[in-house]
């Protein structure tokens, strides 16, 4: 019988199972024949693979690079490059599981042997477990919980991930409450919204505030929506049976459709089952870009697993939309052909808004508005799209090394870029004050005669980055002769009501490499 001697600490080490316990395992030469369903069997086994006769280890000697050379070996066999595939499919892949556990530890613990062996699991809970200290205890070691604590209500909603997610999910606390859990999910550069939310049934508002919030943040934003919920609410829409909620699944109906969002549910399996009645009443709500990425929805049979819940298990795959090898577009503004440009502006502003007072803050919107359209579409019109890639690459820091992540990246560019953590010495430009009314009877035209507001347009750097309308100063250069009695009329206005129109109040910023002359990529 084999046995492992004890380990240097004192402790005995393990012992290889006998037969009575595991099975048989029958000495022959050099090993040992195993059989039976041991943990310590199958390790044994693995263990034993990797041991291998003098006469097959690999040379240390090196190995032609020819492909013809027979000594060359080709490591890469079928069930290696079935083994990578499968790696690179799951890295683009990120399986949801939704339920709520009815504030049950039991089912907590049921749901963490449900997504033990799950890969990129992310889990969209109901009702969790709460202790004492009204707060989510970790359901194992390796995972994280996004909720929003109130001291004053029980925690009904949350969002659990792996600790390998880390990178691709960020909480939203803003739009987060006790009783819906926000998080930003980022899969190769595509950002979508993801929530989990409990809807009480005792509440007449159907869907709750959190829900509206959630889905005007994702349709402001432009980013796909998926909204895990117990609606407590039953409707046709979904294949719910009874419909005895007090209207709640026909306001929630509605709402579905006012705002184009979709339920995911398929199929009649029930979401609830209490032994006295069952019912669909938990729902996976998408907006239209949410849709498109939510694959093989469907409600996990209670014959197939152990829960102790009365829902059942949800589960869903969310994949990624193909962007890596997506084509993006952009405008490169130096290839503008500027004739065309200036004939479309001309043909733009000859139009009858250009002639109408300004007498209201809308009449400002208004006309900022189309001036915006006319220098944009005289834009598009004179310059073609062009294909791009848009990805942050490694930068080079000061010590002479690559940066290793796209964080140490950027913040490598922010120091760079902006001087952090050093002092400006810059002087600070002289501002010429603006003369008062009581100089000048009609102030406005002072201030903004048509000299002054060329003169600022004309200093300015021609490509120096667009706003975030894309408006490059070049483009109010080349315009200028013809919106320029336009612009007069809009700065007048805008000064004598002290309305600042809405697009003028937004900006952003952005970060480019350097040269590599300059020291970075």
């Known amino acids: 019988r084999a046995t492992v001697p004890a380990s240097s600490a004192g402790s005995p080490g393990p012992v290889l199972p006998t037969n009575d316990t595991y099975g048989t395992h029958t000495p022959t030469g050099t090993g040992c024949m195993m059989t039976g369903p041991s943990r310590e069997i199958n390790r044994y086994k693995r263990c ?3 041991i291998v006769a003098p006469s097959d280890r690999i040379s240390d000697t090196p190995v032609s690079s020819d492909p013809g050379d027979p000594r060359r070996r080709t490591r890469t066999t079928e069930r290696g490059k079935k083994a990578i595939d499968e790696k690179r499919e799951r890295e683009i892949k990120f399986e949801f599981t939704q339920i709520n556990t009815k504030k049950a530890r039991q089912a907590m613990n049921d749901l963490a042997v449900f997504v033990s062996n799950i890969h990129n699991p992310i889990i969209l809970v109901q009702e969790p477990y709460v202790n004492g200290k009204n707060t989510i205890p970790r359901m194992v070691e390796n995972t994280n919980t996004i909720s929003k604590i109130n001291p004053e209500k029980k925690v009904r909603a949350c969002i659990i991930y792996h600790k390998s997610l880390e990178r691709y999910i ?3 606390d803003h739009l987060s409450n006790e009783d819906c859990a926000v998080a930003q999910l ?5 950002k979508m919204i993801i929530a989990s939310c409990y809807m009480d049934r005792e509440d007449e508002r159907c869907p709750p505030e959190s829900i509206e919030e959630v889905t005007k943040y994702a349709k402001d934003h432009n980013v796909a929506l998926i909204i895990g919920c117990d609606a407590n609410a039953h409707n046709d829409m979904w294949n719910s049976p009874t419909i005895n909620d007090g209207g709640r699944g026909e306001r929630l109906e509605e709402y579905l459709l006012i705002n184009d969002l979709t339920c995911e549910n398929v199929g009649d399996t029930p979401t609830f089952n209490n032994g006295r009645w069952q019912n669909i009443i938990d729902l996976t709500i998408t907006n239209a870009t949410g849709h498109d990425v939510v694959n093989k929805w469907h409600v996990v049979p209670e014959s197939e697993v152990v829960n102790s819940s009365d829902h059942n298990f949800i589960r869903f795959e969310v994949n990624e939309k193909k962007t890596k090898n997506e084509t993006r577009t952009f405008r490169d503004v130096k290839k503008t052909d500027w004739i065309i440009f200036q004939e479309e502006i001309s043909r733009r502003t000859s139009e009858e808004w250009t002639n109408q007072e300004i007498v209201t803050c809308e009449d400002i919107e ?10 944009i579409g005289s834009y598009h019109t004179g310059n073609s799209l062009k294909k791009m890639t848009n990805t942050l690459r490694n930068v080079r820091k000061k010590n002479g090394l690559l940066t290793e992540s796209p964080k140490e990246a950027l913040d490598t560019m922010i120091k760079a870029h902006f001087n952090v953590g050093e002092t400006q010495t810059d002087t600070a430009p002289v501002v010429e004050t603006a003369p008062t009314s009581g100089e000048y009877p009609n102030i406005e035209d002072k201030i903004f005669n048509k000299e002054r507001p060329r003169k600022a347009v004309h200093e300015l750097d021609a490509y120096k980055a667009a706003g975030p309308n894309g408006i490059y100063p070049i483009h109010l250069q080349k315009a200028w ?7 007069s009329d809009l700065m007048k206005a805008s000064y004598r009501m002290g309305y600042t129109p809405v697009l003028m109040e937004e900006i ?9 002359k300059e020291g970075l990529l």
């Open 48 to 50: 034993k693979k990797q």
């Open 170 to 172: 960020w909480p939203l």
């Open 186 to 190: 980022t899969i190769d550069q595509q």
């Open 366 to 375: 208004r006309v900022n508005h189309k001036l915006n359209e006319a220098i």
């Open 481 to 487: 002769s013809y919106i320029e009695d336009t612009m």
């Open 508 to 516: 952003y910023w952005s970060l480019y490499s350097r040269s590599r």
